[in-house]
């Protein structure tokens, strides 16, 4: 149909790819040190060095953050502007919105990497980064999508290959998840209080969160996985067919996954169930991915033997097999009851990372420098070793982590024949110490195998010759399409990406809708608690510190309904306990015990020594010690823009409260330093009832004691 | 207090997961069919678009057609 068509002369923007090639590898190793170092904080908690800046609460979230968002968002980026341009025989639709594009999303990660360590963060996994920062993130991407869509646009080649329709609906949904999680009331200029409460923020929040995972870290990936391993093994795709159902099966089923993340808790049941039943249908759109990819090699496994390259992808795919196994699994409800809250989920989660991921982009990276540089690689020899340290780097990494997961669930539920708990939560923290150990020598091995790779990479890069634009001709595309006999409607979404975009946009809005609607509806009709009223000024203030020190990252805030964790925490947690939870705190990991009722657990005494000295008060405790908090003052003079911004997100403070809120925060704060003075605290230095540890200690003296004593539940 | 109240103060809630299982079980039949109908050698085709390279390939399938 093309043969009357001109033959035009183009060139592929080398440029950008290299850019973003060079930035993945950059945030590769910081991503790996951050990760490495918050590792060695939980073996050595003096490395938390008694300031804020580097305590373990700010600094995972920037391990997080860089190893998702700069490593591997720099790689997707790498990846889709190389394989964009050759799939649709064009160049990027505009070299300006390409770097734009790049130093846009740079300056996004530089802005995460000084903020988060600065203690401005939203409280929320994955979406830590506050209000302006998440604007620029909407801005940066929506010109990702114009420059890819552009191209699309432009292309001479009429069928969009199945790696495109990956790349669309990573662009559509991460849009919808990011705009959707981010909606949040700005108080000042990097402090803001996510719109939802309690229940629904944390639908919301798992939503995004599990959606981050299977459209940041899965759909781009896959995209790449159709191009990059046929391209290596220079054969074509298993099976078109299956990548077709593939493709379609996993974006409809993914995104009804998020509330796995919610079992046992105060999530409505339905909803843990109807994530359930869709994260174990994932696992056919997965394996079958899978074994698509791993069957592109069909007769060419002996090239496997040679090629670092291939040695990578196979690992790669594998691993994504691995994690897409054990995903549903761990989202069983009977499993999840296990794992949950333990050292399994960061077993699983690093097999995605280190393997899927990881591997994936390395492999990526050795094929395409030397192309990029018309040259060979430096070293095959040292592209062996980094396979091979990173191979021995995710086993030392996984095994320990599986090993302490299972061993923290049998510890946290074995009683005592009388009827007790059999362990106390310290014990099972000093107990692991020697696997978070090994973990961090996994780790280690991992990174020494990723500046393996950066030296051989510049070493390939000074000995090449870079070429920036790449000369090629393709017919031009016929204007009008002249359809051969009868044409079936899916084929006329393969050529048309607005309505490929749409479609996407449709299936991925479906699941959302009817997970949240039914949620957010009977948001008048959630089981209030009579006895649950919102938070002081002053306990605001200190829930404040606890979003801003990230103690989520270690402790949760929900008490599942289980023997051993009502004998350990009390109460199982309700869902009218959080109604004015913005954001919720309810956490997804218990390095730590859990806090949802540690009001009234211990006196305020406790709190003040523990939090200036834990080990001094939990003898092998791991926790950082948080001297700062008993230097700084609360800034009361923003209290009543907090107030008002909870008025305005329905916490039924009274008109005019916010005039009065500094001084009963004061007010509180003086009880509460006249009870330390008492009991006669050694003051680390002179006790003022606007210290940040005041505050801190109100906020958790209430934490859980709504509904401690006479739990009333009122109809309305 | 059970999290089934939620549900049931919604009206015709039932509805809902009906839907849902329907519109999935239609949308992967129909595809089903589509792709079980599909021409092998137009398969072929679309699987070979990223090994093939552009310039060589354009020219040959330009002169065999």
């Not at chain 1, 980026?77 to 990027?92: E, I």
């Not at chain 1, 409460?197 to 995209?223: E, M, R």
């Not at chain 1, 169930?273 to 991915?289: C, K, T």
Request: hydrophobic share 45%; glycine share 8%; charged share 15%.
């Amino acid at each position: 149909m093309t043969t009357d068509q001109p033959i035009e002369k183009f060139s592929y923007d080398n440029t950008i790819v290299k850019w973003f090639a060079y930035a993945t590898m950059l945030w590769a190793i910081v991503g790996m040190l951050a990760g490495l170092y918050v590792a060695l904080e939980l073996v050595f908690p003096q490395m938390n060095l008694g300031m804020s800046m580097t305590s373990f609460g700010r600094l995972r979230p920037l391990h997080t953050n860089a190893v998702i968002f700069a490593f591997v968002g720099n790689g997707i980026f790498m990846g889709v502007y190389y394989s964009l341009q050759r799939l649709c025989k064009t160049r990027m639709f505009s070299d300006k919105l390409s770097k734009i594009h790049f130093w846009g999303w740079q300056l996004i990660i530089v802005a995460a990497a000084i903020s988060l360590p600065l203690g401005y963060t939203t409280g929320k996994e994955y979406a830590e980064l506050e209000w302006p920062i998440d604007i620029m993130i909407a801005l940066v991407w929506v010109t990702f999508g114009i420059n890819m869509f552009g191209t699309i646009i432009k292309r001479r080649e009429r069928h969009l290959y199945v790696a495109i329709w990956f790349y669309i609906a990573t662009f559509v949904t991460v849009a919808m998840l990011h705009i959707v999680n981010s909606i949040e009331i700005p108080v000042t200029f990097m402090k803001s209080y996510s719109w939802y409460a309690g229940v629904q923020d944390a639908l919301v929040q798992w939503w995004y969160g599990h959606n981050a995972v299977a459209f940041f870290l899965t759909t781009p990936y896959l995209g790449l996985m159709y191009y990059f391993v046929p391209k290596a093994a220079n054969r074509p795709v298993y099976s078109y067919r299956l990548s077709i159902i593939h493709f379609w099966a996993l974006i409809f089923l993914y995104i009804w996954a998020g509330p796995h993340h919610l079992l046992y808790t105060a999530l409505p049941d339905w909803a843990q169930s109807l994530g359930v039943v869709f994260s174990v249908m994932l696992i056919a759109p997965s394996w079958g991915g899978m074994i698509n990819g791993l069957l592109t090699l069909r007769g060419v496994w002996d090239k496997v033997r040679e090629s670092a390259v291939l040695k990578f992808m196979v690992v790669a795919v594998t691993a994504y097999g691995m994690a897409t196994f054990e995903g549903p699994m761990l989202s069983l409800k009977n499993v999840n009851a296990i794992a949950h809250y333990t050292d399994w989920i960061i077993a699983h989660v690093h097999v995605g990372a280190l393997g899927w991921n990881g591997f994936l982009t390395f492999g990526i990276l050795y094929w395409l420098i030397p192309r990029l540089f018309r040259t060979e690689l430096y070293s095959q020899k040292l592209a062996n070793v980094h396979f091979w340290l990173g191979t021995l780097g995710i086993i030392f990494y996984v095994v320990p982590m599986y090993w302490a997961g299972f061993t923290q669930s049998l510890m946290w539920k074995e009683f005592n024949p009388d009827g007790t708990l059999a362990n106390k939560f310290l014990d099972t923290v000093t107990h692991l110490a020697p696997m978070y150990a090994l973990r961090s020598v996994g780790g280690t091995l991992y990174l020494i195998g990723a500046l393996v790779m950066v030296y051989n990479i510049i070493k390939t890069v000074k000995q090449g010759n870079f070429l920036a634009n790449e000369e090629a001709e393709a017919p031009a595309l016929a204007k009008a399409y002249t359809i051969r006999g009868s044409e079936h409607w899916h084929r006329r979404i393969e050529r048309r990406p607005v309505r490929l975009l749409l479609i996407s946009l449709i299936v991925v809005a479906i699941g959302g809708i009817i997970e949240f609607i039914p949620t957010f509806l009977v948001k008048s009709n959630i089981p209030t608690i009579a006895s649950v009223k919102p938070y002081t000024p002053l306990e605001l203030e200190g829930r404040d510190i606890y979003v801003r020190e990230g103690c989520y990252t270690c402790h949760s805030q929900m008490i599942r309904p289980f023997r051993s964790e009502t004998v350990r925490y009390g109460e199982y947690s309700k869902a009218g306990e959080f109604v004015y939870d913005h954001p919720f705190q309810w956490g997804s990991k218990r390095t730590g015990p859990d806090l949802a009722r540690i009001g009234g657990k211990y006196g305020d005494a406790w709190h003040y020594n523990h939090m200036y000295d834990p080990q001094s008060m939990s003898p092998g405790s791991i926790m950082p010690s948080y001297p700062w908090l008993f230097e700084n003052k609360v800034d009361l003079t923003i209290t009543p823009k907090k107030i008002k911004a909870m008025q305005t997100l329905g916490v039924p403070y009274p008109a005019g409260f916010e005039n009065i809120a500094a001084d009963s925060a004061l007010k509180q704060g003086e009880t509460i330093v006249a009870g330390l003075k008492k009991a006669k605290v050694q003051e680390v230095a002179a006790l003022a009832p606007d210290d940040e540890i005041v505050a801190l200690i109100a906020y958790l003296q209430r934490m859980g004691t709504d509904i401690k004593g006479n739990v009333k539940t009122a109809s309305k | 207090m059970k999290f089934i109240n939620y549900l049931t103060s919604i009206s015709g809630v039932d509805i809902y997961p009906l839907i849902s299982l329907l519109v999935f079980f239609l949308f992967f039949v129909v595809l089903t069919i589509y792709i079980l109908r599909t021409d092998k050698e137009r398969m072929k085709e679309l699987a070979a678009i990223p090994v093939d390279e552009p310039v060589k390939k354009d020219k040959k399938s330009n002169d065999q057609k």
